[in-house]
Protein backbone atom coordinates (compact mmCIF):
# COMPACT_ATOMS: atom_id res chain seq x y z
CA UNK A 1 0.00 0.00 0.00
CA UNK A 2 1.64 3.51 -0.31
CA UNK A 3 2.41 4.79 2.59
CA UNK A 4 0.15 7.94 3.91
CA UNK A 5 3.25 11.02 3.55
CA UNK A 6 3.20 9.80 -0.25
CA UNK A 7 -0.63 10.13 -0.70
CA UNK A 8 -1.58 13.22 -2.80
CA UNK A 9 -4.74 13.09 -3.56
CA UNK A 10 -7.74 12.06 -1.44
CA UNK A 11 -11.21 11.93 -3.19
CA UNK A 12 -14.64 12.06 -1.88
CA UNK A 13 -17.07 10.09 -3.81
CA UNK A 14 -20.98 9.38 -3.21
CA UNK A 15 -21.35 6.27 -1.20
CA UNK A 16 -24.12 4.92 -2.69
CA UNK A 17 -23.33 5.76 -6.82
CA UNK A 18 -22.22 2.18 -7.99
CA UNK A 19 -21.01 3.76 -11.28
CA UNK A 20 -19.33 6.50 -9.80
CA UNK A 21 -17.40 4.23 -7.41
CA UNK A 22 -16.49 1.87 -9.52
CA UNK A 23 -14.83 3.82 -12.08
CA UNK A 24 -12.75 5.92 -9.78
CA UNK A 25 -9.72 3.92 -9.92
CA UNK A 26 -9.29 5.13 -13.30
CA UNK A 27 -9.01 8.73 -11.38
CA UNK A 28 -5.93 8.23 -10.66
CA UNK A 29 -6.47 9.67 -7.40
CA UNK A 30 -3.70 7.84 -4.58
CA UNK A 31 -7.03 7.93 -1.89
CA UNK A 32 -10.44 7.25 -3.32
CA UNK A 33 -13.04 7.57 -0.03
CA UNK A 34 -16.33 6.09 -0.46
CA UNK A 35 -18.87 9.01 1.13
CA UNK A 36 -21.35 7.89 3.75
CA UNK A 37 -21.90 11.19 5.49
CA UNK A 38 -23.44 14.08 3.30
CA UNK A 39 -22.69 12.25 -0.18
CA UNK A 40 -25.34 9.54 0.49
CA UNK A 41 -28.68 9.93 1.49
CA UNK A 42 -29.75 8.27 4.57
CA UNK A 43 -32.21 5.65 3.04
CA UNK A 44 -29.36 4.91 0.62
CA UNK A 45 -27.05 3.94 3.17
CA UNK A 46 -27.42 0.42 3.43
CA UNK A 47 -26.91 -0.36 -0.02
CA UNK A 48 -23.66 1.88 -0.43
CA UNK A 49 -22.31 -0.37 2.70
CA UNK A 50 -23.32 -3.43 1.09
CA UNK A 51 -20.76 -2.39 -1.49
CA UNK A 52 -18.22 -2.44 0.43
CA UNK A 53 -16.19 -5.69 0.19
CA UNK A 54 -15.78 -5.92 -3.38
CA UNK A 55 -15.52 -2.01 -3.76
CA UNK A 56 -12.30 -1.91 -1.71
CA UNK A 57 -10.56 -5.16 -2.85
CA UNK A 58 -11.28 -3.88 -6.60
CA UNK A 59 -9.54 0.09 -5.90
CA UNK A 60 -6.44 -1.68 -4.42
CA UNK A 61 -6.26 -3.78 -6.85
CA UNK A 62 -6.30 -0.44 -9.32
CA UNK A 63 -3.32 0.96 -7.20
CA UNK A 64 -5.45 3.33 -4.66
CA UNK A 65 -5.44 3.60 -1.16
CA UNK A 66 -9.17 2.49 -0.01
CA UNK A 67 -10.82 4.52 2.32
CA UNK A 68 -14.18 4.97 3.80
CA UNK A 69 -15.80 8.01 5.37
CA UNK A 70 -18.80 6.90 7.89
CA UNK A 71 -21.26 9.00 9.78
CA UNK A 72 -20.37 9.91 13.50
CA UNK A 73 -20.93 7.19 15.61
CA UNK A 74 -23.95 8.24 17.65
CA UNK A 75 -25.52 8.80 13.98
CA UNK A 76 -25.31 6.05 12.07
CA UNK A 77 -21.50 5.84 12.23
CA UNK A 78 -21.53 2.30 13.95
CA UNK A 79 -23.73 0.93 11.49
CA UNK A 80 -21.69 1.90 8.81
CA UNK A 81 -18.44 0.30 10.56
CA UNK A 82 -20.08 -2.99 10.98
CA UNK A 83 -20.78 -3.40 6.94
CA UNK A 84 -17.54 -1.31 5.62
CA UNK A 85 -15.08 -3.28 8.07
CA UNK A 86 -15.59 -6.25 6.01
CA UNK A 87 -14.10 -4.87 3.38
CA UNK A 88 -11.16 -4.16 5.55
CA UNK A 89 -10.84 -0.57 4.61
CA UNK A 90 -7.41 1.11 4.65
CA UNK A 91 -8.43 4.44 6.45
CA UNK A 92 -12.03 5.00 8.01
CA UNK A 93 -12.25 8.88 8.14
CA UNK A 94 -14.62 10.19 10.74
CA UNK A 95 -16.16 13.87 10.32
CA UNK A 96 -17.12 16.75 12.26
CA UNK A 97 -13.96 15.69 14.74
CA UNK A 98 -14.08 18.24 17.80
CA UNK A 99 -12.97 16.46 20.61
CA UNK A 100 -10.04 14.32 21.22
CA UNK A 101 -12.53 11.86 23.03
CA UNK A 102 -14.49 10.88 18.95
CA UNK A 103 -11.21 9.85 18.01
CA UNK A 104 -11.22 7.50 21.03
CA UNK A 105 -13.92 6.01 20.48
CA UNK A 106 -13.29 5.56 16.70
CA UNK A 107 -9.93 3.38 17.81
CA UNK A 108 -12.21 1.38 20.33
CA UNK A 109 -15.25 0.77 17.47
CA UNK A 110 -12.50 -0.14 14.93
CA UNK A 111 -10.46 -2.14 17.34
CA UNK A 112 -13.52 -4.15 18.12
CA UNK A 113 -14.59 -4.70 14.45
CA UNK A 114 -10.68 -6.13 13.71
CA UNK A 115 -11.45 -8.52 16.20
CA UNK A 116 -14.19 -9.76 15.29
CA UNK A 117 -13.74 -10.13 11.41
CA UNK A 118 -10.03 -11.42 12.04
CA UNK A 119 -8.70 -8.13 10.51
CA UNK A 120 -5.22 -7.61 12.04
CA UNK A 121 -5.16 -5.42 15.13
CA UNK A 122 -4.54 -1.71 14.69
CA UNK A 123 -4.10 -2.46 10.93
CA UNK A 124 -6.55 -0.01 9.96
CA UNK A 125 -5.72 3.84 9.75
CA UNK A 126 -7.97 6.45 11.16
CA UNK A 127 -8.24 9.99 9.91
CA UNK A 128 -10.60 12.69 11.63
CA UNK A 129 -11.75 15.47 9.75
CA UNK A 130 -11.83 18.87 11.52
CA UNK A 131 -14.67 20.68 10.26
CA UNK A 132 -15.34 23.27 13.16
CA UNK A 133 -13.23 26.23 14.78
CA UNK A 134 -13.96 23.72 18.27
CA UNK A 135 -11.58 20.55 16.31
CA UNK A 136 -9.66 23.64 14.21
CA UNK A 137 -7.81 24.67 17.81
CA UNK A 138 -7.40 21.17 19.27
CA UNK A 139 -5.95 19.52 16.01
CA UNK A 140 -2.78 18.49 18.02
CA UNK A 141 -5.10 16.88 20.63
CA UNK A 142 -7.01 15.07 18.37
CA UNK A 143 -3.79 14.41 16.54
CA UNK A 144 -2.49 12.36 19.11
CA UNK A 145 -5.56 10.66 20.72
CA UNK A 146 -4.77 7.54 18.85
CA UNK A 147 -1.75 5.89 17.55
CA UNK A 148 -3.70 4.46 14.72
CA UNK A 149 -3.84 8.56 13.33
CA UNK A 150 -1.68 8.95 10.17
CA UNK A 151 -3.21 12.26 9.16
CA UNK A 152 -5.96 14.94 9.33
CA UNK A 153 -8.27 16.19 6.90
CA UNK A 154 -9.30 19.68 6.89
CA UNK A 155 -12.91 20.52 5.76
CA UNK A 156 -14.16 23.94 3.98
CA UNK A 157 -17.76 24.12 3.57
CA UNK A 158 -18.89 22.87 7.23
CA UNK A 159 -15.77 24.90 8.62
CA UNK A 160 -16.91 28.11 6.46
CA UNK A 161 -20.17 27.47 7.54
CA UNK A 162 -19.06 27.67 11.00
CA UNK A 163 -17.53 30.80 11.02
CA UNK A 164 -19.81 32.35 8.91
CA UNK A 165 -17.87 32.92 6.23
CA UNK A 166 -18.36 33.77 2.81
CA UNK A 167 -16.81 31.21 0.74
CA UNK A 168 -15.27 32.68 -2.91
CA UNK A 169 -12.80 30.80 -5.13
CA UNK A 170 -10.25 32.82 -3.83
CA UNK A 171 -10.30 31.11 -0.52
CA UNK A 172 -9.22 33.77 1.06
CA UNK A 173 -11.79 33.16 3.54
CA UNK A 174 -9.86 29.85 4.78
CA UNK A 175 -6.04 30.80 4.46
CA UNK A 176 -5.59 31.11 8.31
CA UNK A 177 -7.42 28.02 8.86
CA UNK A 178 -5.25 26.24 6.42
CA UNK A 179 -1.94 27.51 7.89
CA UNK A 180 -2.58 27.31 11.17
CA UNK A 181 -3.69 23.21 10.32
CA UNK A 182 -1.27 22.51 9.00
CA UNK A 183 1.63 23.88 11.60
CA UNK A 184 -0.91 21.84 14.12
CA UNK A 185 -0.16 18.54 12.19
CA UNK A 186 3.39 18.84 11.55
CA UNK A 187 4.17 19.69 14.93
CA UNK A 188 2.20 16.46 16.31
CA UNK A 189 3.66 14.41 13.42
CA UNK A 190 0.48 13.72 11.21
CA UNK A 191 -0.12 14.09 7.43
CA UNK A 192 -2.05 17.36 6.79
CA UNK A 193 -4.59 17.09 4.19
CA UNK A 194 -5.44 20.29 2.50
CA UNK A 195 -9.28 21.24 1.84
CA UNK A 196 -11.03 20.67 -1.34
CA UNK A 197 -11.25 23.21 -4.25
CA UNK A 198 -15.39 22.94 -4.29
CA UNK A 199 -15.33 24.77 -8.12
CA UNK A 200 -15.31 22.91 -10.96
CA UNK A 201 -12.87 25.14 -13.13
CA UNK A 202 -9.27 23.29 -13.84
CA UNK A 203 -7.35 27.07 -13.77
CA UNK A 204 -8.63 27.52 -10.17
CA UNK A 205 -8.23 23.98 -8.39
CA UNK A 206 -4.37 24.21 -10.02
CA UNK A 207 -4.22 27.74 -8.18
CA UNK A 208 -5.52 26.87 -5.33
CA UNK A 209 -3.63 23.43 -5.29
CA UNK A 210 -0.38 26.01 -5.52
CA UNK A 211 -1.41 27.60 -3.14
CA UNK A 212 -1.34 24.65 -0.97
CA UNK A 213 2.04 23.43 -1.58
CA UNK A 214 3.80 26.58 -0.60
CA UNK A 215 2.30 26.47 2.50
CA UNK A 216 3.80 23.25 2.86
CA UNK A 217 1.00 20.89 2.10
CA UNK A 218 1.60 17.86 0.30
CA UNK A 219 -1.79 16.41 0.07
CA UNK A 220 -5.35 17.24 -1.21
CA UNK A 221 -8.92 16.35 -0.74
CA UNK A 222 -11.22 16.78 -4.02
CA UNK A 223 -14.69 16.16 -4.35
CA UNK A 224 -14.47 16.17 -8.47
CA UNK A 225 -12.59 13.10 -10.02
CA UNK A 226 -11.29 15.13 -12.76
CA UNK A 227 -9.21 17.53 -10.17
CA UNK A 228 -6.86 14.31 -9.42
CA UNK A 229 -4.25 14.29 -12.57
CA UNK A 230 -3.83 18.05 -11.57
CA UNK A 231 -3.60 17.68 -7.90
CA UNK A 232 -1.28 14.82 -8.42
CA UNK A 233 0.68 16.89 -10.99
CA UNK A 234 1.44 20.29 -8.57
CA UNK A 235 2.06 18.19 -5.58
CA UNK A 236 4.79 16.05 -7.60
CA UNK A 237 8.01 17.59 -8.04
CA UNK A 238 8.61 18.30 -11.91
CA UNK A 239 12.06 17.51 -14.06
CA UNK A 240 13.25 21.00 -13.58
CA UNK A 241 12.61 21.53 -9.80
CA UNK A 242 14.17 17.98 -8.97
CA UNK A 243 17.21 19.21 -10.94
CA UNK A 244 17.21 22.37 -9.10
CA UNK A 245 16.97 20.57 -6.03
CA UNK A 246 20.02 18.61 -7.34
CA UNK A 247 21.99 21.79 -8.17
CA UNK A 248 21.36 23.16 -4.29
CA UNK A 249 22.67 19.90 -3.12
CA UNK A 250 25.75 20.26 -5.32
CA UNK A 251 26.73 24.00 -5.05
CA UNK A 252 25.57 23.93 -1.09
CA UNK A 253 27.82 20.48 -0.43
CA UNK A 254 30.67 21.98 -2.94
CA UNK A 255 30.77 24.93 -0.78
CA UNK A 256 31.31 23.15 2.56
CA UNK A 257 34.50 21.05 1.14
CA UNK A 258 35.43 24.17 0.61
CA UNK A 259 35.33 25.59 4.02
CA UNK A 260 32.72 27.97 3.16
CA UNK A 261 29.60 27.63 5.36
CA UNK A 262 26.96 28.28 2.30
CA UNK A 263 27.23 28.72 -1.18
CA UNK A 264 25.33 31.30 -3.90
CA UNK A 265 23.00 29.85 -6.97
CA UNK A 266 21.80 32.39 -9.49
CA UNK A 267 22.00 35.12 -7.07
CA UNK A 268 20.30 32.81 -4.14
CA UNK A 269 22.09 32.43 -0.81
CA UNK A 270 21.86 28.65 -0.02
CA UNK A 271 22.02 27.60 3.50
CA UNK A 272 21.15 24.59 5.96
CA UNK A 273 17.60 24.72 5.92
CA UNK A 274 17.16 25.40 1.66
CA UNK A 275 20.04 22.42 1.21
CA UNK A 276 17.59 20.22 3.79
CA UNK A 277 14.90 21.04 1.87
CA UNK A 278 16.40 20.02 -1.76
CA UNK A 279 17.65 17.32 -0.44
CA UNK A 280 13.66 16.27 0.86
CA UNK A 281 12.68 17.05 -2.43
CA UNK A 282 14.37 14.93 -4.68
CA UNK A 283 13.59 12.45 -1.54
CA UNK A 284 10.28 12.83 -2.70
CA UNK A 285 10.45 12.79 -5.84
CA UNK A 286 12.22 9.41 -6.04
CA UNK A 287 9.60 7.45 -3.39
CA UNK A 288 6.67 8.82 -5.56
CA UNK A 289 8.27 7.66 -8.85
CA UNK A 290 8.75 4.49 -7.37
CA UNK A 291 4.28 4.30 -6.96
CA UNK A 292 3.34 5.56 -10.23
CA UNK A 293 -0.19 6.66 -10.96
CA UNK A 294 -0.17 9.63 -11.76
CA UNK A 295 2.84 11.43 -12.52
CA UNK A 296 3.84 15.60 -12.45
CA UNK A 297 4.01 17.34 -15.90
CA UNK A 298 7.44 17.50 -17.25
Not at 77 to 105: N, T
Not at 162 to 181: I, K, S, T
Not at 223 to 251: F, K, M, W, Y
Request: with cysteine; proline share 6%.
Amino acid sequence: MRPVRLCRSWLFLEGANEDVLQRAGLSGADVLIQELEDFTPPALRPAARALAPELYAKWRQAGAVAAVRVNPLAQGGMDDLAAVMRGRPDIVALPKVAEPSDVARLDEAVSAFERDYGIPQRSTALLPNIEFARGLVQTGAIAKASPRVAACLMASEDLAADLNAEREPDGVELAYCRQRFLVECVAHGVVAIDCPYTWSDAEGVMRDTRFARRLGYGAKSLVDSAHAAIVNGVLTPSQEELQRARDIVAAFEAARAAGRSRAELDGSLIEVPTYSNAKRLIARGEALRQFGRTAAPT
